[in-house]
């Protein structure tokens, strides 16, 4: 790299780029690598989730290298500085930056719509979360398709041409989306939590780790006035330079955050919620084949996503009913009838839920 590209001067801001780039790419990284240890601890193997934020990391790092390859094009310059080779290199670079901005965006919302699939126990937030999957799988198809076809067939990445669609208005589009999908993320954990059995302490704890994502919103919101106003600009290569930093902020924030959620504090909060409803539920359901109320369809359907947490850890879904459902008796004093006439015991059960969650450990978490 020449020596005038390192130092970061009026008229060569490219190497802020680059510090900004490089420094949250770091982060994102150790963030990354740092969930799935923590993952790890809990259920010793990689999960679902795992995969893809890794996948997320993989594809950040790609267009943290795109985005160093256009700074060395010549992004932070002046473009009346740049060779007719530097400006197509930068046009290059910036066309398959913008295809991985899109995909690093769309798989942390994939890891965090996953993790809810887990902690949403009723048919009503099973739906929606498995609409908000479809949604975000939509999004990125369609802002793939677009950006990938935003020019002429001959030159699709030409993004600096007259021949290319409008740039506001396509990542208006896009860009509109990608906060609605954060907004629909940010709302279904709240709706969730509020059936979890969790104190309200650990409630707002777990809400505060998903309520992250709205700092994106005002950052998503930042880079699209940037990018209609670099749009009008002459010297476009120069004025990217706000919208590439936002960009790099935007998406590797998004991972960072995705990760939040899955760190000890709070996946042990949700670990005791998601148990005590189990409780509730055996409680308040009587199942269909042996009339005592059990976890029955739920635990059936959703076995894969309980072992995700580590819950009930490579035991028989059966098994695992009918220890907590003893458990439950024991606390009680009733046993399986006094569940099945519905005399008052449920609210005995729920009160003492605390100490089913003590007492009922799968040997995977001890």
């Known amino acids: 790299m020449p020596p005038q590209q390192v130092r970061i001067t009026p008229d060569n801001r490219g190497p802020l780029v680059n510090l900004a780039n490089w420094i949250t790419l770091v982060v994102v990284c150790l963030a ?37 390859k256009q ?72 802002a793939v398709i677009i950006i990938a ?35 629909a993320i940010i709302a279904l954990p709240i709706w969730v939590l509020y059936d979890l059995r969790v104190t309200r302490a650990k409630k707002l704890t777990i809400m505060s780790a998903f309520a992250l994502r709205a ?55 949700l670990q005791t919620g998601l148990l005590a409803s189990d409780i509730q539920i055996l409680s308040s359901k009587k199942s269909s084949r042996n009339g005592t109320f059990g976890l029955g369809t739920w635990s059936r359907k959703n076995r894969k996503d309980e072992m995700d947490l580590g819950i009930h850890e490579r035991l028989d879904t059966q098994e695992s009913i009918k220890q907590v459902v003893v458990k439950t008796s024991e606390i009680t004093g009733n046993g399986h009838e006094s569940m099945r006439t519905g005399d008052g015991s449920a609210k005995d059960t729920i009160k003492k839920t605390t100490d089913i969650v003590q007492h009922f450990e799968p040997r995977e978490l001890k």
């Open 32 to 68: 990354t690598l740092t969930k799935i240890a923590t993952k790890l601890q809990k259920t010793g193997r990689p999960q679902g989730d795992d995969f893809i934020m890794f996948a997320a990391m993989l594809a950040a790092a790609a267009q943290s290298i795109a985005v160093a």
């Open 71 to 142: 700074v060395q094009a010549g992004l932070g310059q002046h473009i009346n500085t740049l060779t007719a080779n530097q400006v197509e290199s930068y046009q290059k670079t910036g066309y398959v930056a913008q295809l991985l901005y899109v995909l690093a965006l769309c798989l942390p919302k994939f890891a965090v719509l996953q993790f809810l699939s887990t902690i949403a126990i009723t048919k009503p937030s099973r739906i929606t979360q498995k609409a908000i999957v479809a949604v975000n799988f939509v999004w990125a198809f369609v």
């Open 149 to 183: 076809s935003q020019c002429a067939s001959s030159k699709p990445w030409a993004i600096l041409s007259d021949k290319c669609s409008d740039q506001p208005a396509l990542w208006d589009f896009i860009g509109t989306a990608d906060i609605a999908v954060n907004v």
């Open 215 to 269: 700092l994106l919103i005002p950052l998503a919101v930042l880079r699209l006035v940037y990018i209609k106003s670099a749009s009008r600009s002459r010297d476009q290569t120069f004025d990217d330079v706000q919208t590439t930093l936002l960009t790099q902020v935007d998406m590797n924030m998004s991972i960072i955050f995705a990760c939040f959620i899955f760190l000890k504090p709070f996946m042990d909060g």
